[in-house]
Structure formats: structure tokens, C-alpha cells
């Protein structure tokens, strides 16, 4: 077992009731939930494997894929999704090459959808770590990430 | 149990306390929507379709329980609206492809719409929901996420049932769904492939892969393992299309494992034999019966006693084995009559008669989950007896101590147990460790021992030198935990002991079955329900060729034949030999008969006074039903050269296997679906297989070819029968332990042997107030020993072998199209130590060699082995070229496979 889970582990009691907490603490030292680990989570709290990923896919706050250096979340809440944040998304996926959800393989970026982040006026809106860009068009995409190559 | 009134829909009704309103509501006919109910499992109140209304209050009827007095309407306005709303929403979001959908006319959410009466056209303008693609990556089933209601049948089945616990519910919100760990593939996750699932969804999401509605069934037994699972073979035309567990049968009660529910096909495979072979210069070649049936009765014909060797098939019936066992020794006048159990249980069989006079399974499968401490040493049941796993399971969930000895971490150690990690062959020191911690805390069964036991004091003093110290640093097992599982096993009551090749696989293995016995006996363990001996048989009817005599040592019964006078104790029953005479009305062979190992290997050592040791080879024909001897047989290079060095060999199967290719004739026989007769599975029950369909071609059931040809050799008379009723009928005259069984009392009862007579009800629990036979257990002095073969530079790895979870064997299941998808691929598991010193990684190919042979495989790294051994699957890559057929156990003749010296080379 890698030292770091058998450290976190170490200082639950290995009740089911703490399988939040330690979720978190493990994501907070990987970076994301990677399997092995939630499989050695599953072994301590003495539950099945498939309902360790259950509740750990069941908030958003986890992620499963190593997280990029800097993070992309696409508003698909309604304004931006009137406007447009779908074809947004797509052009994102294409130029990065991935899905939402995962990681690029450089490891520069990690990819989200997001629910309203309350700068609905400049729908459709994209933020990487904490920018917020607005009223942005497909084509500009590609410029938006230069700033960070 | 206590009745309520109330009343529902206006009708007064009786319902017993503790059962919910929908269940009263259902049993009245009254009918309630409802989806996410199912009667096997937990009520989770998911669907909410459940909804009535109790003064004034709606509540979910399938969690609600009933009360005195309680007034419920099923159907006021406010349900129906509710209803109706709910029903819409999950139509809506599921794909409406009825027509096309597998489960058409059998679905629930149809059910419900008709009864609800769901608005097309309101329907229509809700938005339709988005296609998902159908999964069809697994071979047994397809998964149309697109049609899932999220009812958590499926979830609660793995979770409840099965407890494999391999799917939930994933994700949240519209993004919901049902998934494994990592959301891969069912067949990449911990799923069994069991189908439980399947069979309970209640709509088209889950459906098995190509399945069609049958036009009969035919009530059978699964063909597989021992454990003896009831099922029925849908039938349309002359061919099967599905198997359905048998609810209302006691061992397995609907559930079957993924042999028993996908495993069939092989019956309709195109591989199958389907007429006759003779060997024409060096190639096999279609035939005749006229023509193989002479040639076979003038060649083999000509061979008489030590001359000629006979195999029986343990996956033949009762019937035909029976048959095999008379054969050999009124027509071949041979006692060189032998079986597959002489590989695996026949240090058990014939180890425990001295013993506790039967080495029967002591207790009905049923009766496994009565048992408090569930004892696990030397085999894996969720892979090779997997609704016997099942059981355990249960058992274990609820309140039952498991403690599991084994090398490997089987899927059992997924449930809160006590480990016991012991080296391979180190059994009996371990066991005896066990024993003697027994003694010294005083945790005996003292009357029991005074009152149905002999020679304790015996057994007593040779532990006297032995200590705990010893019992380590032999095992690699801390002392402490010895101690441990001791006062478990010893204080937790009634207690089964389960085994299986783990334990019998060794030139000492009747010790281990010794040490084994002796644990029951000191801790009273024996004669009550739940509580005694669980040794799991293998083969569908292992169980049936030991007790039919397919063995030198008896005749059909357990009845003993000359030279098998091994047990004083058993003076009255020295030898049947004048009994069988008279009743199979000829005189029989004098000369003890060899077993399977020694049949090929007359050279091997252990069974027998030296004098037998190192006998020359006189077999020069043999004549072998259904056995892949060439695979399973240790050392099996010697077998393939002995048949080849034969001068006529006969094999009689449903396939073309390695051993009927080196025949000079081969028979085609019909397979479990294609005959009747019986099979007696692993606790002794004694159970009916009916025809299904017609065998494929020209083959024959093997009862009719062995009385054809005892016909053509001149012993019509004695082998006239009109259908397996009849054999039954002559087996009950003459083997007491079957005396009550008759083809019309198996039609409506559960039979066990021993059943003596008509007016007997067969044997539930064996031993009750006195052992079997023997009428007094006997205790016998034990000293660990070492395995012959030990691990040394040249060869420092431990190899050990046992089964995987879709694969029965080999021949079988290799022609079940989906079954190497699952997991049937070959591998050699390696510890990860071990692995890194090699430099090696999962996958990697390898070289496996033994001081016998070689063989590549892929290597597969694990935590799940101890260091310094490696496991290797007995399916496929012929793992018995390295095995070692020189040493064999002194009382069962099985030889050493179990701990096999090799050493890992990259390939
Ligand atoms: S797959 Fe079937 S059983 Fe499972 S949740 Fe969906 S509808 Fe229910
Ligand atoms: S097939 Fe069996 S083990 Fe697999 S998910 Fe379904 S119930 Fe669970
Ligand atoms: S457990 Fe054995 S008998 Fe039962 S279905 Fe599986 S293979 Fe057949
Ligand atoms: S909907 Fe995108 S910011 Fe509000
Ligand atoms: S059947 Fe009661 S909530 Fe589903």
C-alpha cells in the first residue's frame, strides 16, 4: 500500500460513516481519486469496491483522473447553454483532444462542465482557475488557451 | 405469528404482522403498482409507485408495514395523480422500443402502463429520451442503459442474493446510473456472471444474450460441479434455448452459478462426436456401430484381468458408472477399474473409512447456513462449488465465523474472517497445531469423545512431542493465530469443516483428511444439523463413481473386494466377493485391481507394501469412458505415453479430447441432456436427469453402448436392460446405502443415502447416533510429514493448481462460446516479491519448469499469493506435464499435484 493512504488511514477508525472524510483527505493528497487507493479505502471501511466509486462519483467534488495544472469549467447552466456553451465545450474537447472530465496528456489542463457560476450577463462563460471569460465564441477557444501553454 | 385486521379497498383482510401493505395487497389480489419491489429481496422505496393513502396520508406501501386496524385505499385521486405523474416521467426518459425489446409482454413498466393508463399523446410531447448505446461487450449479457428505470433490483440482487456486491448505483442526478467500480465492463469488475441480476430486472435493461422463449422445460441437474444445482432446459424443437434455475429446489433455490446458467451451449456445440471413429492408418476416421462395436469386441475382447484397465466417467449416470463397474469385472474379469476421484477425493473416501466409516458430505447444503464457524481449508468455493460459496456467504452475513486456511486469497476473503495463510503441503501441521491448542485449552467434547469415539487417548499421546513452536515454523502460520482459529472453530457450535484438493493433493493427504476428522470428533462436531465434514466433490457425480464402485478397492456400495481387507475393524465386511458372484451371477476376479495413477505409473510409490511399489506395466488395453486422462492425470506425460504405447485403447466421450485422439476407437456418447438417470451430488443426494433432446448423430446414452457391447462379448443376460430404471432397480438390490431408491420416489422426494428400504427416508444429517458403518468414530496417531518433493535452488518456487470461476475442467466449458471472455484465459499468479526479483510484470510470458516438464503461461503479479508460491489454473496449458505421479498417498493412491517444485523463467 503506498505510505501516503496507509498515513491518512491511519488516523480513521475504519467506520463506514467516515467514508467522506476520507475521500477528501485522499483527494486532497493526490490530487484526484486514483483507483487503487479507493480500492485500499473499500478494503479498511470493510465495503464493497463498486459502492466506494458510488459515493465517490455521487459529488462533484471528486475526480478520478489526475487533475491538469490549470483547471477549465464550461458554464452549461441555462443562460450560457442558450447561448451556446454546448458548441463552446465541443470546440474546447477538440482542441484539447479530450473528454470533459479527463485530463490532457501533458497534464497542462483538466476539463469540466459546470453549473452557473453567477456571471450569467456574459454568457457563454468559460473559467480557467479563477478567470472568467466571457461572451466567448468558438473561434476564440484557441486563443483563450495560448494564454497558458 | 401474529394475525392483523385491516381493511384495504374497502375488503377486510388478515395479514401476518411484520409483512408490508403491498405484500397483504398482493396476496388479496389486490394489485398495487409497484417496480422496485421484488419478494427475494429488501424493500429500498425507490419508484414510489407503491403510494396509498392511509387516513389522509400516502405512504410507500412495499416499506410500510401493516397495523391493526389500519384503513388503506389504493386508488383515491390523489394516488392515481401522483401515480400517473411518475409513471409518465419514466417512461419518458426510457427508450420506447417495445416491439424490438427482449422483454416484451414480460415487463413491468408495461404492466404498470396498462394498468395506470399512461396518455400517448401527453407522452409525446415530453421530451424522448436520449439513446445511450446498448453495452454488448459481455458475453452472457447486454445492458441498454436506455431502458433502466433505476428500480435497484439489480444492485440489491448482487448486494443480497449473490453478495458480490460488484454494481451500484453511480454518479447523480440525470447522470445516474448503474455501474461497477471504475465503471468498467461488468466482465472487468467483480461480477461472477451469475445472471441473478438479469433474471430479476424487470424491464429490457438487462437481458441475457441470445436467449429464446422455450416451447417445454425439462426439470434436470446442472452437469457441472457437485454441487448438484437444480435446473430446467427450455426446450423448443429438438434444441435447448435457456436454463432457469429450479426455485423450488432446496440446494440452490432458483440461483445458479455462470456454468449453470450459461454453460449449456456445449451440448449443441459442432464439435461434438457424432458417429463412430476407428483408427485407419494412424488417422481416425467415421465409422459405423456395426463396425466399431465388432471391432471393439474382437479386440478388446481378447484382454482379460491384469491386462486390460477400465475407466469410469464421473459425469456419467449413476446408471452407466454402476454399468462401467460390472463390466470391468464380469465381462473384462478385471478389478482394474478407476476413476477421477482417485485424483481427488479418494484420500478422503478411503482415509475416513477407518475413521468415521463414510466420508459423505455429513450435512444437506441446505444446512450450511446453521453452522456458527465455517471452517475453509484447501479449497475455494466461490470459483469451483459456487452456490455452496454462496451459502458460506450467507451464512457468514449472518453471524457465522469463517476461518480460511489457503496459500491464496480466495474471493471468501472479501467477508470478515481469520486468515490462516499457511506454505502448500503444510497441512498437517497446521492442523495438528489446531488440535493440540484443543488440548491444551481443554476446549474438548469430552462426552461426546467417551461416548462415540475409540483410541482418543492414542491419538492424544502422539501429539505430545508436537508443539505450537513446531506448527510455525512449519506452516509460516504465528502461533497465536493457530491458537486463534482453535478457540474459533472449537467454541463455535455446530461447526463445518469444508475441503476439497487443497487438502486430499498430496502423497500424505489421508493424514490431512485424518487430522480433519479428528478436529470434528474432539469438539463433538459430529450427528447434528449444520455441524461435521463438507469434503465438496468435484465432478456432477464424482460422488456417484465412488459410490457405484468404479474403484479397485470396492464393488458397488462400498462393498470390499479382495486385497482391500485394508481396516481391521471392518472384519465382517472383508470382501463381497461371494455376494456380487451370487448376485451378478459369474465368478469375479481375485486379483486386486490398480487405480488411476498406478494404472500409468505402476512405478509410483506410497500405496501398498513395497512389493507393490515398483510393478511392471501389464495393461496393454484399456477401455475409457469420459475422462480426459491425458490432461488430468499427474505426471501426465507418462499416461499420453502408456496409451500410446497401448496396444488397443477404446474412448468412449461427447468429444473429441486429447486422450480420444490417441484411441484406436472412439464412441460418441450422448451428453447429461440427451438421457435419463441419475447423479448424486456432493451432500449425498441422489437426483434425477431426464432427457431433453435427442443425442447429436449417430451417439449413443453410455449405459446402451457398454450393454451392447457386454451383449457382443457374450454376457447378453446379464446387461439386458429396457432404460435406466431398471439399472436403479438393480443397484438398490444390491447396494443397502441405495436400497430405497427407485425412479418414482426421486419424482416427489429428497433423497440422501444411506436409505435403506421402501419405508426409509434417506439421510439428512449422516452419523446421528452412530457412525456409519464403523458404528464408533476411531482416532489415529498423526505425525506431520513433509511433501516428498521439496523446493531447492534449481526449483525454488511452490507450484499449486486449482480451478477458476467460468471454466468447469476443460472440455466442457472450452466449447462455451464467451466463457475465455470471462476470465478463462491462462495465467500463472505470482507474488509481487517474487515477481520483482524476476523482473517480471503481469503479463509478461513466461516459462514454467519443473523437474518433469515445461510449459509457457502468462504471468499475472499479485498480493493474493504467498511469496515463494505460485498458482496456476488446471484448465488449459496442460499444467499436469509438470506435475509429479512418483509419489502417491498410501491410502487413497491420489498423487503429490498440490505442491510442485518449479521455478519461473522469463519467456
Ligand atoms: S438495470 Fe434493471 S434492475 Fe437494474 S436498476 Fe435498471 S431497471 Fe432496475
Ligand atoms: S451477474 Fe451476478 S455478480 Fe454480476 S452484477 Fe449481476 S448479480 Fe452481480
Ligand atoms: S454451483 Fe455447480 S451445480 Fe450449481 S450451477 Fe454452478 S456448476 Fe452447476
Ligand atoms: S448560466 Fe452560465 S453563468 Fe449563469
Ligand atoms: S415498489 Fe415501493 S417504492 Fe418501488
Known sequence: MDERVKNILASFRGHRSEIIPILQAVQHEFGYLPEQEMKEIAKFLRVPESQVYGVATFYAQFYFTPRGKHEIKVCLGTACHVRGANKILDALERELGICCGETTSDALFSLEKVACVGSCALAPVVMIDDNVYGRLETKKVKEVLGKYA | MTQVNLTIDQLDVMAEEGTTILQAALANNIYIPHLCSHPELRPAGICRLCLVEVEGQLLVSCSTAVAEGMVVQTATLEVEKIRRLAVELMVAEHERTCLSCGKNNDCKLQEICRFVGVDEKRLASLQPAERKLVDSSHPFITKDESKCVLCGICVRTCREIQGAEAIDFISRGYATKIGTFGARPLQESNCEACGECVIRCPVGALLPRGFARPSREVETICPFCGTGCGLFLGVRGDRIVSVRGNPGHTTNRGRLCVKGRFGWTFVHSQERLKTPLIKRKGRLEEASWEEALELVTAKLGR?????????????????????????????????????????????????????????????????????????????????????????????????????????????????????????????????????????????????????????????????????????????????????????????????????????????????????????????????????????????????????????????????????????????????????????????????????????????????????????????????????????????????????????????????????????????????????????????????????????????????????????????????????????????????????????????????????????????????????????????????????????????????????????????????????????????????????????????????????????????????????????KPIHKGAVNLLTSADFIDPMGTTPNTKVCPVRLEKA
Request: with cysteine.
Open chain 2, 303 to 871: 484382454y482379460r484381468g491384469e491386462e486390460v484397465g477400465v475407466f469410469a466417467s464421473a459425469k456419467t449416470t449413476n446408471e452407466e458408472i454402476y454399468l462401467t463397474s460390472k463390466f470391468a469385472r464380469v465381462v473384462l474379469k478385471t478389478n482394474n477399474i478407476a476413476n477421477v476421484a482417485h485424483l481427488c477425493h479418494a484420500n478422503t473416501v478411503r482415509g475416513l473409512l477407518p475413521v468415521t466409516g463414510s466420508a459423505g458430505m455429513t450435512v444437506p447444503v441446505w444446512q450450511i447456513k446453521e453452522a456458527a464457524c465455517l471452517f475453509v481449508t484447501g479449497c475455494n468455493p466461490t470459483e469451483a462449488h459456487p452456490i455452496i460459496g454462496l451459502e458460506i456467504r450467507q451464512a457468514v452475513r449472518s453471524g457465522a465465523k469463517l476461518i480460511i486456511a489457503n496459500p491464496r486469497e480466495i474471493p471468501l476473503c472479501r467477508l470478515p474472517h481469520l486468515r490462516l495463510p499457511l506454505r502448500p503441503g503444510t497441512d498437517l501441521a497446521l492442523l495438528l497445531g489446531i488440535a493440540k491448542t484443543i488440548l491444551e485449552e481443554k476446549l474438548l467434547d469430552e462426552a461426546f469423545i467417551a461416548e462415540r469415539t475409540l483410541n482418543f487417548d492414542t491419538f492424544k499421546a502422539s501429539l505430545e512431542k508436537f508443539s505450537l513452536a513446531e506448527a510455525e515454523a512449519v506452516s509460516g502460520v504465528p502461533a497465536e493465530r493457530i491458537r486463534e482459529a482453535a478457540r474459533l472453530y472449537a467454541t463455535s457450535k455446530p461447526a463445518l469443516i469444508f475441503w476439497s484438493m487443497g487438502i486430499t493433493q498430496h502423497s500424505h493427504g489421508h493424514k490431512n483428511v485424518w487430522a480433519l476428522a479428528h478436529l470434528a470428533m474432539m469438539t463433538g462436531n459430529y450427528g447434528k444439523a449444520g455441524a461435521g465434514v463438507a469434503p465438496l466433490r468435484g465432478h456432477n457425480n464424482v460422488q456417484g463413481a465412488t459410490d457405484m464402485g468404479a474403484t479397485p478397492a470396492w464393488y458397488p456400495g462400498y462393498q470390499l473386494c479382495p486385497g482391500y481387507e485394508l481396516y481391521p475393524r471392518f472384519g465382517k465386511f472383508a470382501s463381497s466377493k461371494e455376494k456380487f458372484e451370487a448376485a451378478w451371477g459369474c465368478e469375479l476376479p481375485e486379483t486386486p485391481g490398480l487405480s488411476t495413477v498406478k494404472q500409468f505409473n505402476p512405478r509410483a510409490r506410497g500405496w501398498g507394501g513395497p512389493e507393490m511399489w515398483d510393478l511392471p506395466q501389464k495393461i496393454k488395453a484399456w477401455y475409457i469412458i469420459g475422462t480426459d486422462l491425458v490432461n488430468s492425470v499427474a505426471g501426465s506425460h507418462g499416461v499420453r505415453q502408456n496409451l500410446e504405447a497401448a496396444e488397443f485403447v477404446v474412448v468412449q466421450d461427447i468429444f473429441l479430447t486429447e486422450t480420444a485422439k490417441l484411441a484406436h476407437v472412439v464412441l460418441p456418447a450422448a451428453s447429461f441432456a440427451e438421457k435419463d438417470g441419475t447423479f448424486t451430488a456432493t451432500d449425498r443426494r441422489v437426483q434425477r436427469i431426464r432427457r431433453a433432446v435427442t443425442p447429436p448423430g449417430l451417439a449413443w446414452p453410455d449405459w446402451r453402448i457398454i450393454c451392447e457391447l457386454a451383449g457382443r462379448m457374450g454376457y447378453g443376460d446379464k446387461f439386458a436392460y429396457q432404460d435406466p430404471a431398471q439399472i436403479m432397480e438393480e443397484i438398490a438390490s444390491v447396494v443397502p446405502l441405495y436400497g430405497g431408491i427407485s425412479y418414482g420416489r426421486l419424482e416427489k422426494e429428497e433423497l440422501r443415502w444411506p436409505c435403506y428400504g421402501q419405508e426409509h427416508g434417506g439421510t439428512p444429517v449422516l452419523h446421528v447416533d452412530r457412525f456409519l458403518r464403523v458404528e464408533k468414530g476411531e482416532f489415529w496417531p498423526l505425525e506431520y510429514e513433509l511433501s516428498p518433493e521439496l523446493p531447492d535452488e534449481e526449483y525454488p518456487l511452490v507450484m499449486t493448481t486449482g480451478r477458476l470461476l467460468p471454466h468447469f475442467h476443460y472440455n466442457m466449458t472450452a466449447k462455451v462460446e464467451g466463457i475465455e471472455a470471462l476470465g478463462g484465459k491462462d495465467f500463472v499468479e505470482i507474488n509481487e516479491e517474487d515477481a520483482a526479483a524476476l523482473q517480471l510484470k503481469s503479463g509478461d510470458m513466461v516459462r514454467l519448469v519443473s523437474r518433469r516438464g515445461s510449459l509457457l503461461s502468462r504471468a499475472k503479479v499479485s498480493k493474493a499469493i504467498l511469496p515463494g508460491v505460485v498458482f
